[in-house]
């Protein structure tokens, strides 16, 4: 049961600390989210400025940048994706453990970009794996991707710990593995993993056309 913001405060001043098991397990997760560290193009010149000493990610608990995913819990997908390389962005976020998070960075990342008509450039990685928050943007401020950040810690925060809105790590019929998918004679395949995608995929003509 939640306890009242006002008696909370009143309990605080008598030297009374009051929490509950799931406000304790989001405010652990919530201050200790561990980014992997790897780039994909210019947003990620943005994504290093954010750890620099002008706007010190390190603030947010954030500073560690994992270089394995089997030690990070926070994908930034941070440029361009590319069909060469969505593959092995899947795979990564395969490796990571659960709970992991995805913060899709500026326009490339998010829809494709100013290439997004390009024959190799995939139109959003939220095609295949699930993205919990997207920034808009060429490139994104490192204000943004800290107001990114924020907007993570705060869905954490409000995550119950049971129920139907539990999150994924404590539902054990949610999907852990993600198909990886493979380069084909004119898109990737399969062009959309629909558990994450379910808009229609484009019309094969259509996708003929865009190479
Ligand atoms: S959104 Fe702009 S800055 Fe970011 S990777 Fe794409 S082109 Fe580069």
């Keep these: ?17 009051v929490t509950t098991l799931n406000e304790l397990y989001n405010w652990g997760r919530r201050n200790s989210v561990w980014p992997m560290q790897f780039g994909l193009a210019c947003c990620a010149i943005e994504m290093i400025a954010t750890t620099m000493a002008r706007y010190d990610l390190a ?54 970009g100013p290439f997004k008509q390009g024959y190799n450039v995939l139109k959003g990685i939220d095609r295949y794996i699930p993205v919990d928050v997207h ?19 705060k869905r954490i925060e409000e995550q119950p710990l049971t129920g139907e809105n539990r999150p994924r790590h404590l539902d054990a019929d949610a999907q852990g593995l993600f198909p990886v998918p493979e380069p084909g004679a004119h898109d990737l395949v399969p062009p959309v993993n629909r558990l994450v995608w379910p808009l229609p995929a484009p019309k094969p003509d259509a996708t003929e056309k865009q190479g």
């Excluded at 997908?77 to 998070?101: D, F």
């Excluded at 204000?143 to 907007?151: G, N, V």
Aim: aromatic share 6%; net charge positive; charged share 20%.
């Design 1 to 17: 049961m939640a306890v009242e913001p006002d008696l909370k405060i009143e309990l605080g001043k008598q030297g009374v600390f």
């Design 59 to 112: 603030r947010f608990g954030a500073e560690v940048f994992r270089p394995s995913p089997r030690q990070a819990d926070l994908m930034i997908i941070s440029g361009t994706v590319t069909k060469k390389m969505a593959p092995q962005v899947v795979r990564l976020y395969n490796q990571m453990a659960e709970p992991r998070y995805v913060i899709a960075m500026g326009a490339c990342a998010i829809s494709g």
């Design 135 to 153: 920034i808009p943007g060429c490139p994104p401020r490192p204000e943004a991707l800290i107001h990114a950040f924020m907007t993570l810690q």
